[in-house]
């Protein structure tokens, strides 16, 4: 196919350019580009963007499939503009061994949508006890490890883990939570948890984890990436870890930067997410933290729940938002228009830093590249509703909110997989 007259976001700069596509790859971008039997796509006035990744997902499948699935978390995937997802371990069984890693490669081609990424967990079951067979893991398919949904408690297990999987070029993604300092909180402690009554959860339960993991990984020589990043004092010792020499990368999420707890006061179940959202001071962290380059990529942290998981007590709720397909559109919104950061930056934190980071192809518009791609509307608005989602889990706080930022076309390998 030929995209015609679109404005590209490349690495460093946008221009007004065809895109020619040719075996699921990117073979010219140009001006006036001309095919014969090419399907022609025209992007005039709209913003072709690098694919999306999200290195952060929950497809809950294999296990509970009645909260999602591999296909229709494929299909919130490509609607939300995204080419390759990334999804955790905690399905059941836990993902912990090459039998469940090959499920989910399976699966997830029969599917053809987006590009599936197991992420393989640390421990086996995610108990924090035994170390899981990361080699085995990393043949059938395996990008990362992460216990991610709770820390690994023993350090020196921590340890081991972080040597091992640097020898098969794999990172831990690390989820930080002290759980005795969480100790059963359901949002963050400060003012709104008194008022609502609420029990919190303070900062330093995901601090001292951000911390004691950057230390190990120092140790070790090793990289290391640390999970959905929520506070302004986590923003801090990554900031401050970077400058002095560790290998250290970070994620956030759109809740983080978008709202602050003010939103908990609602006693709105879908409000609740972990690590809790934090106060003003934290989000305005979390933006700096985006525009200086601590924190390297957005991600959503996506976690679909069935209605009756949150249906509940706010206290007995589960954690986690619906989130894969208004991410780009909260970028757009929050970061793009409010001059926070620009479209090159966006397409860094979204594309090109996950690629980086977990040695993936793609994430980037260039000749030869793979044809991966997303066209947008950056100025059409829509309100955010939850009944539209094609994720099963409709679990979001934000139905209601008017946003800017349609994606239009997800192109995977040079096919069409998702047409507004």
Do not use: W
Not at 22 to 30: L, T
Not at 60 to 77: H, L, M, N, T, V
Not at 227 to 234: D, E, K, M, R
């Amino acid at each position: 196919m030929i995209i015609k007259n679109g404005n590209v976001v490349l690495k460093d700069s946008v221009v007004k350019a065809d895109i020619l596509v040719k075996d699921g790859r990117i073979a010219r971008i140009g001006e006036n580009l001309l095919g014969q039997d090419e399907k022609v796509l025209d992007a005039s006035g709209k913003y072709v963007f690098p694919g999306l990744i999200d290195m952060h997902v929950h497809l809950r499948e294999p296990g509970f499939e009645y909260k999602e699935d591999i296909e229709s978390g494929s299909k919130a995937a490509v609607k939300g503009g995204f080419t390759q997802v990334c999804c955790m371990p905690n399905t059941s069984p836990v993902m912990d061994n090459k039998v469940v890693v090959s499920y989910v490669k399976t699966r997830a081609k029969e599917v053809n949508l987006c590009k599936v990424h197991p992420i393989g967990a640390i421990t086996k079951g995610e108990k924090g006890e035994t170390l899981a067979d990361i080699g085995e893991m990393k043949k059938a398919g395996a990008v990362a490890i992460s216990d991610d949904g709770r820390d690994v408690k023993s350090s020196r297990l921590m340890r081991l883990a972080m040597e091992y999987a640097s020898g098969f070029d794999m990172k831990c993604l690390c989820h930080c939570e002290d759980l005795e300092l969480v100790d059963g909180g359901s949002v963050n402690e400060g003012y709104n948890s008194t008022l609502t009554g609420l029990k919190g959860i303070p900062r330093a339960a995901e601090d001292v984890m951000i911390a004691r993991n950057i230390l190990i990984a120092q140790s070790l020589n090793v990289p290391v990436h640390i999970c959905h990043v929520s506070t302004y004092s986590g923003v801090q010792i990554i900031r401050d870890a970077k400058r002095g020499g560790a290998m250290v990368t970070a994620e956030t999420c759109p809740h983080y930067y978008a709202v602050n707890d003010d939103i908990i006061t609602s006693f709105d179940q879908n409000t609740k997410v972990n690590p809790p959202i934090r106060e003003e001071r934290d989000r305005l962290a979390i933006l700096e933290g985006l525009k200086d380059g601590t924190i390297d990529c957005i991600v959503t942290d996506h976690a679909p729940h069935h209605v009756n998981d949150k249906s509940v007590e706010y206290s007995l709720a589960a954690f986690g938002i619906s989130g894969i397909e208004t991410s780009f559109a909260f970028a757009v919104t929050y970061l793009y228009k409010t001059g926070v950061l620009t479209l090159n930056e966006i397409a860094d934190k979204m594309s090109y830093s996950p690629a980086r980071i977990l040695n993936l192809e793609g994430g980037e518009i260039k000749e030869g590249g793979v044809a991966d791609l997303m066209i947008a509307d950056l100025d059409e608005e829509y309100e955010i509703d939850s009944k539209t989602f094609l994720s099963r889990g409709k679990n979001t706080p934000f139905n209601g909110y008017r946003v800017s930022g349609k994606v239009l076309f997800t192109i995977v390998d040079g096919e069409i997989k998702y047409q507004a």
